[in-house]
């Protein structure tokens, strides 16, 4: 049991002692650690935040940078009167504190860019890749997760059906030592019989504490992957080990899939392509941006006069208002070629982790693919195995019961018995992990029983 175990543990006795429990199936518990697991949280994240940044980028295409200010200040008073010559006097001064008054101005601004040359476009391709390469992220994480709680759950299955067994062994070992103690006393047995029993006795009980102490871990475990407290004890739904419903397809097949569903290369990919995009960018922003602009100017002074004449130079009291058509260019050339080179080398470094990673990629689904395939040949044989373990028990209680079998034979064939139920249910249990490996590696879901 455990092999099974993860990192995640409890304090022993933390299920003697809890307070309440929980029965989950795998999907509930799958359900619960995808909720709870701060990985994923973390991952979600990072794809919002990408996604603001594609949003952010799609709009500076088409919402032009507008921009309004206004302005409060004191300026001199300004009045105007004509003489009876028709020239223009003001009886106000330039210093008096008197003869100051306020204004106030507002000035908006707008620029749209008309055409880029493709710097916004390939910039907003960066920008949907880096979300691609985040949601491959997310994938992974939730794969990783799926994964641990997959083995934890078969490691608690596993760990019950034990528990169950041992009893069961228990038992029998009860029941055998009544027998032993009845033809000691009747002469039939010796004391070298008792010490030789004595001696499997404690070994099944050492063996019993062993399957205890080992589902008391993977219950932890599997409690603190679905971020539930210490004082919660968990049980599975499942009651009986048996293998899940999956039929093994061929390596190839497998290798396909995992060339174009593992999320680990669609994370790389995108990367690449990020990289790509913003490296066009670059190269783009040595080409001219073509663009509308427009402006709204007022002026508003009570206290100053307004001649209202074109040829009179007014700094208060106007309102303005156009638009142009221009571009703008930036000439610092070598800049430019010195970005494009750093994303260039950036998306070579990328594409150069591409074979490394593809060639790890199949080598794990070849790993996994073995060990399924191996898991699932042991059960099938298991079986026979343990019918026969059965049927030597059942020969040798009989043989013994008449007296003409001695107790090292049925200790033997106790023993026989045990270890093969034992190695049965680990055959099983690791062709359900099996299973949900190979569906890690390859970047798809393949048991029936998951979560899609």
């Known amino acids: ?15 003697a002692q809890a307070s309440d429990t929980v029965t989950v199936s795998l999907v509930e518990a799958e359900r619960r650690a995808l909720e709870s697991n701060p990985l994923l949280a973390g991952a979600q994240a990072r794809i919002e935040v990408n996604r603001a940044q594609e949003g952010r980028a799609k709009r500076a295409r088409w919402v032009p940078d507008l921009s309004l200010r206004n302005s409060w200040g004191v300026v001199p008073r300004q009045r105007g009167a004509f003489t009876e010559y028709g020239v223009l006097v003001s009886p106000d001064t330039l210093l008096g504190v008197k003869d100051m008054s306020w204004f106030t101005q507002v000035d908006l601004r707008l620029v749209q860019p008309l055409w880029t040359f493709g710097k916004l476009g390939s910039r907003i391709d960066a920008a949907g890749h880096a979300v691609e390469a985040s949601e491959a992220g997310l994938d992974k994480t939730r794969a990783d997760v799926l994964l641990m709680v997959r ?143 427009g402006s709204v100017s007022a002026n508003v002074a009570p206290d100053r006069y ?32 010195a970005e494009a080179a750093v994303q260039r080398t950036e998306m ?17 689904v070849r790993q996994a ?49 045990a270890e093969m139920k034992v190695q049965q249910l680990r055959n099983i249990a690791d062709f359900n992990t099996a299973v949900a490996e190979l569906s890690r590696r390859v970047g798809l879901d393949l048991s029936p029983q998951g979560t899609p």
């Open 348 to 364: 070579t470094q990328l594409e150069s982790q591409t074979d490394a990673l593809l060639a790890l990629v199949e080598q794990e």
């Open 306 to 337: 307004d001649p209202r004449n074109p040829f009179w130079q007014n700094q208060t009291n106007y309102f303005r208002g156009g638009g142009v058509v221009g571009f703008e260019w930036n000439l610092n050339f070598s800049q430019h070629r």
């Open 369 to 417: 693919w073995l060990k399924a395939s191996r898991a699932h040949t042991d059960v099938e044989e298991g079986r026979a195995a343990l019918q026969a373990s059965e049927n030597w028990l059942r020969a040798e209680l009989q043989t013994y019961d008449i007296g003409i079998s001695e107790i090292k034979d049925l200790i033997e064939a106790f023993r026989a018995n």
């Open 151 to 293: 083995q934890l759950y078969w490691g608690v299955v596993l760990g019950q059906e034990l528990e169950d067994a041992a009893e069961g062994v228990l038992e029998k070992v009860a029941e055998a030592e009544t027998k032993l103690m009845e033809q000691y006393d009747e002469g039939t047995a010796t004391q070298n019989d008792l010490f030789k029993f004595e001696l499997f006795q404690y070994e099944v009980n050492r063996r019993s504490r062993e399957v205890q102490a080992g589902l008391d871990q993977t219950q932890a475990g599997l409690r603190a992957a679905m971020g539930l407290g210490d004082d919660v004890a968990v049980r599975v739904e499942t009651e009986a080990l048996e293998t899940v419903s999956f039929a093994l397809d061929s390596l190839t097949a497998y290798l396909e899939l995992a060339r174009a569903s593992r999320p680990e290369l669609r994370e790389l990919r995108a990367g690449i392509s990020a990289r790509r995009s913003l490296m066009v960018a670059e190269q783009r922003d040595a080409w001219p941006t073509l663009f509308f602009g």
């Open 1 to 15: 049991v455990g092999r099974f175990a993860l990192a995640l543990s409890a304090p022993a006795g933390v299920s």
